[in-house]
């Protein structure tokens, strides 16, 4: 049976494995979530917060705990995937939906750095500093794949724009070409080979490094991470790009197969190796 597919975040949703009910409820999980926090829809949820003018605002419990589960993102990969960045974003030229950002554009604006760590919780309240604007795409459309894949009886998969969570296992490609068999976890790509722009003539992305505002320098195009769940795949996969040379490393110490592209080049860490020699075995 081939898989169904449908758009939503800004992207092909495929799902395998899903009776008529089980597609319908996935469909909704991802219209619920991208009603909720997409920063190009007025009426979002994320929207009203960012434009609250007091230090606290009352928010929906979903979008308290999908916050609460991005700063915990946040203190997890010390400040590098940070909730809190969606000014820099805006500054970069990011201020709409992506397919309305064709041709060249003014020169980026000026930014401004995360606050993540004055950010808190209380039941539905969210304090914050004025003015401050959430992006909750580091942990939204990772966290929808997981939730999707949970609404199947049996085995299946859900993929969302490099995102992917299979429930038994399933045959994965792979963007530098190639596949793998994932069982029962999550596989996550971030890169900037897909969502780049022009500002004042330079090339401008989304993954925007919370140590300076701006767009990262990583060395690397894209990376690949696996994990025990799509969200945790997605965080890691942006933490180790924001890290440059240090990211296979880091992978490595918390555990984490991980491959790396740039121009062509492949660098799997020692995980990523050792999984695809077991796999093998």
């Given at each position: 049976?081939?898989?169904?597919?449908?758009?939503?975040?800004?992207?092909?949703?495929?799902?395998?494995?899903?009776?008529?009910?089980?597609?319908?409820?996935?469909?909704?999980?991802?219209?619920?979530?991208?009603?909720?926090?997409?920063?190009?829809?007025?009426?979002?949820?994320?929207?009203?917060?960012?434009?609250?003018a007091a230090e606290f605002v009352?928010?929906?419990?979903?979008?308290?705990?999908?916050?609460?589960?991005?700063?915990?993102?946040?203190?997890?990969t010390d400040g590098l995937v940070d909730p809190t960045l969606g000014a820099a974003i805006e500054a970069a030229g990011y201020d709409?939906?992506?397919?309305?950002?064709?041709?060249?554009?003014?020169?980026?604006?000026?930014?401004?750095?995360?606050?993540?760590?004055?950010?808190?919780?209380?039941?539905?309240?969210?304090?914050?500093?004025?003015?401050?604007?959430?992006?909750?795409?580091?942990?939204?459309?990772?966290?929808?794949?997981?939730?999707?894949?949970?609404?199947?009886?049996?085995?299946?998969?859900?993929?969302a724009g490099g995102d992917i969570a299979v429930r038994g296992a399933a045959a994965v490609g792979l963007p530098g070409g190639g596949s793998l068999t994932l069982r029962n976890g999550g596989l996550a790509t971030s890169g900037t080979t897909a969502r780049r722009w022009l500002r004042g003539g330079a090339v401008q992305h989304h993954l925007i490094d919370p140590r300076t505002g701006r767009p990262s320098t990583s060395p690397w195009q894209e990376v690949t991470v696996a994990?025990?769940?799509?969200?945790?795949?997605?965080?890691?996969?942006?933490?180790?790009?924001?890290?440059?040379?240090?990211?296979?490393?880091?992978?490595?110490?918390?555990?984490?197969p991980g491959c790396f592209r740039t121009a062509g080049v492949e660098v799997a860490n020692k995980a990523w190796r050792e999984a695809l020699e077991l796999a093998a075995a």
């Open positions: 049976m081939s898989p169904d597919r449908f758009s939503a975040m800004g992207a092909e949703v495929v799902v395998g494995g899903a009776t008529p009910s089980e597609l319908e409820a996935i469909e909704q999980l991802f219209a619920t979530l991208e009603q909720t926090f997409s920063r190009f829809r007025p009426d979002s949820e994320l929207n009203r917060v960012n434009a609250g009352a928010a929906s419990p979903t979008f308290v705990r999908v916050l609460a589960l991005a700063l915990d993102a946040a203190r997890r709409r939906d992506f397919a309305e950002l064709a041709g060249d554009g003014p020169p980026p604006r000026p930014t401004a750095l995360g606050s993540w760590r004055h950010v808190r919780i209380a039941g539905r309240l969210v304090f914050r500093y004025p003015a401050t604007k959430f992006d909750l795409n580091c942990v939204v459309k990772g966290l929808a794949v997981d939730a999707a894949v949970n609404e199947l009886a049996g085995n299946g998969f859900v993929a994990a025990g769940s799509c969200v945790e795949a997605d965080v890691a996969a942006k933490a180790a790009f924001l890290l440059g040379d240090e990211g296979p490393a880091w992978l490595d110490e918390h555990g984490l």
